[in-house]
């Protein structure tokens, strides 16, 4: 891992972006703090989950969640600069003003900055239609751009179609973001199929990681790399199915489902020998249960030390493991981390806001 220079701590070089759920904030809860220093994780906020917000206040000190709660009705009651825990708003391009005003407060409360969530498909609007919105961001929040950290959401991208419809996507869309200055700019997208209930069962699954295809293809715009971690894109299609244990493993470029149903003995023998099969596989990292909190919980149920654990349980497992991967890819890779990406400096000599002089770049669609 890259460090940075004068013992400043690293710049953070992963946003995942979670869910609010139990399993996820699970899983943020046992970073050790050097691994949390390179984390900046997006926590979108679901509104059948009361206790997101006691979750984000038992995060370690070094966690400080952005939080996404344009799911939640546009009440003061849900706005998060009340919920007396430090985060960093998350603010969409069509926020309404009274909402724009709070996320300011919010920003200027904790962490003083922001992440601007551009969605390349549904936002998708011109390059001078898009520099318009986030000035109104800007004036309504009392933000800068150097104070934004902007991330490119490309949604999900469950297969090869998907890959080649959002590769353009991002890429104009980065074109645009040039034009400002922001703190850094990041790419996400999201490979879990929606549903996972048709797979076999009792045997590992292999299912191609499209998200991580997706940054490596835009490898030459230098962007922060970011996930869905184990879920999907889509908030709500990976709801509960049919409830078998279920592992989702990472390695490589792939993830390795394990649904287990066998018959016979009692849950945790079966959820036990879901468990010994997988740390019997090539895929089970060399370090063993000292990879991550999640493969040491693994570990512990393939030698039958503990239960099954819950739906919960095997999604903070996954996650947990997850992360670690993502973290040691991104370090073997030779790219900067995401704040080496900068603005085109020639159009930011054009003024703050970027503006191309008449006659300047086209209209092209973001």
């Not at 279920?246 to 490589?252: F, K, N």
Request: hydrophobic share 40%; glycine share 10%.
């Amino acid at each position: 891992m890259v460090l940075a220079p004068e013992g400043r701590p690293p710049d953070p070089v992963y946003r995942p972006v979670l869910s609010g759920r139990r399993g996820e904030l699970e899983a943020l809860t046992h970073l050790d703090d050097t691994v949390a220093a390179l984390l900046a994780p997006v926590v979108d906020v679901l509104a059948n989950d009361p206790g997101t917000v006691d979750a984000l206040g038992r995060l370690p000190a070094g966690v400080v969640p952005a939080v996404d709660v344009s799911a939640l009705p546009d009440a003061p009651e849900h706005d998060p600069v009340r919920w007396g825990v430090p985060v960093v708003p998350v603010i969409g391009l069509a926020e309404s003003d009274r909402r724009l005003a709070a996320h300011g407060a919010a920003a200027r409360a904790w962490a003083g900055r922001a992440v601007i969530r551009l969605r390349t498909g549904p936002d998708r609007v011109g390059p001078d239609a898009a520099t318009t919105a986030v000035e109104r961001v800007w004036r309504s929040t009392g933000l800068v751009p150097e104070q934004c950290d902007l991330l490119l959401d490309a949604g999900d991208v469950c297969c090869l179609a998907d890959v080649r419809i959002a590769e353009p996507r991002v890429r104009r869309a980065a074109q645009w973001a040039r034009r400002h200055a922001w703190r850094s700019v990041t790419v996400a997208a999201g490979g879990m199929p929606p549903a996972l209930s048709r797979l076999p069962t009792d045997e590992p699954v292999r299912l191609d990681r499209y998200d991580w295809l997706l940054w490596q293809r835009l490898a030459d715009l230098r962007l922060g790399y970011g996930d869905y971690g184990v879920g999907c894109a889509a908030r709500g299609a990976d709801a509960p199915g049919d409830r078998l244990p279920t592992l989702r493993w990472t390695a490589g470029g792939a993830w390795w489902i394990y649904r287990w149903c066998r018959r016979g003995g009692r849950g945790d023998e079966r959820f036990a020998d879901l468990c010994r099969t997988l740390v019997a596989a090539p895929h089970w990292p060399a370090a063993g249960a000292g990879f991550s909190w999640g493969d040491h919980e693994v570990l512990r149920r393939a030698r039958r030390g503990a239960g099954a654990g819950s739906e919960s349980s095997w999604i903070a497992w996954s996650t947990s493991h997850h992360l670690a991967y993502v973290l040691a890819a991104l370090a073997r890779t030779d790219r900067e981390p995401s704040g080496s990406w900068r603005a085109d400096q020639d159009i930011l000599e054009r003024g703050r806001a970027g503006r191309p002089q008449r006659g300047g770049e086209s209209r092209r669609a973001g």
